[in-house]
């Protein structure tokens, strides 16, 4: 079967505004490792110091990559960023860092966290 040249367009096109996506994402037990927690379990995101009292417990990191030109933000890592910290069992996250970087089409965002939990 033959494809018209029109039609070849088309899925190109479709290809090149789609783009690709992946989401990679890690965690690091800080002192004594705690029992995880399901993955949609509530996690608070501070961007100063808490003022309840907690135990630094993990380290969790979120790593997307996008291509085709499309700028990935916090808000495309935060998913996996929260899901990590639950798998760590932490209650919260806090010291967000964030990173970007691009090549060419291709761009990426990574955020490094610490894990908190609750005393």
Do not use: W
Request: charged share 25%; with cysteine; hydrophobic share 40%.
């Amino acid at each position: 079967m033959r494809t018209k040249p029109r039609t070849a367009l088309v899925i190109a096109l479709a290809s090149a505004i789609g783009g690709c996506a992946s989401t990679l994402g890690n965690r690091q037990a800080i002192g004594d490792a705690r029992p995880a927690k399901g993955p949609d379990c509530r996690i608070d995101v501070y961007e100063a110091e808490p003022t309840r009292p907690y135990v630094k417990i993990s380290r969790v990191d979120a790593h997307v990559e996008i291509t085709h030109f499309i700028s990935p933000s916090l808000d495309d890592a935060l998913p996996e960023l929260k899901r990590q910290a639950c798998l760590s069992g932490a209650d919260a996250l806090m010291d967000l860092k964030e990173s970007s970087s691009g090549y060419l089409e291709m761009r990426s965002f990574h955020v490094t966290a610490t894990g908190i939990a609750y005393r």
